[in-house]
């Protein structure tokens, strides 16, 4: 070859890998991915990227993980993926429901792979230790500590991994989450020094007063603010904690009946107009075809991704649409 013609050739390839690379990036809709915002923290309330950008999340939680296992699939994220979503939140029952207590293995190799699926798709993924009718994080502390220190373990420094220590803490003060906090953040924080973590509030983190007055003294956390229309009144701890600063992630948050029965989609939209507003980040509950009013998808559905209009609820047609503009 002569020198010209490699002087023309070599640029010229380069330049087309790089196009290549632009457009495989652009088609797999990491743009608002891992890839171009990279670890995350907080500042002023805010969620920022790596070149200072504000950064939004939203996606779906799944349903209980060894529940509704069958959800942890490629398939299913991308389509959440493919609507505009770029986080998932993978929900761990602790006590309940085939729970990490009950079960460590399967929870444990859910976990894993629902990590690995939303990495290789360029999505955050939530791990999320789901207390529930076990209200008080601080019944299971060590297993907690446990669970954490070996995903903070396998997924070090992983800008991808977004820790969510307690789900609905219930029944108990602000200084006994504050204590559990203590515990599960330090074992964390070991291993993944900047983890970005998401702390439940009292009253199934709905109650945020107390972290407004009392925050936890490390960098990087967000409070859990969760919501179901038709069920809440209304969502003003919210707006005062936004209008505080105060760092909230509405990791929960569903559409459920109204007094007369029917699924409380005005105020669905409502919310969602807010959250989108607001540019708060949230996932929303849940990503399955159980009988109720929170799925995404219809009981008859048996599709465990790719879904089309026809395969939604009410509920999930609203969700979707709002992931796809940001906008409901
Ligand atoms: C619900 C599930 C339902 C299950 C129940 C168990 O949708 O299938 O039978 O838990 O108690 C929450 C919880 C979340 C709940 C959800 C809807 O975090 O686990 O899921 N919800 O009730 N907080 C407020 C509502």
Known sequence: MSKKLRLIILPLSALILLLCAGLF?????????????????TENGKLIGKKGENVVLRGYSTHGIAWFGEYINREAFLSVKKAGGNVMR????????????????????????????????????????????DGDPGEYTDKAMEFFSEISRSFPNDPAVIYEICNEPNGVSWDAVCEYADAVIHVIRENSPDALIIVGTPSYSSALNSAIKWPLDYPNLMYAYHYYAGQHNDFEALRIAIEKNLPVFVSEWGVNEDENGAPALDDGEAFAEYLSEN????????????????????????????WEDDDLTEVGKLMFKYLKGGKP
């Open 25 to 41: 990036l652009y088609l797999r809709g990491s743009r608002d991915g891992v890839s171009s915002h990279g670890a995350l923290h």
């Open 90 to 133: 993978a929900a761990m029952y602790t006590e309940a429901y085939a729970g990490y207590l009950e079960d460590r293995e399967t929870n444990l190799a859910l976990v894993n792979s629902a990590i690995e699926i939303a990495k290789d798709l360029d999505m955050y993924i939530i791990v999320d230790w789901h207390i529930l009718e």
């Open 279 to 306: 540019g708060i980040s949230n996932c929303v509950w849940s990503l399955c075809n159980k009988d109720e009013v929170f799925s995404a998808l219809k009981p008859e559905c048996t599709k465990l991704g790719g």
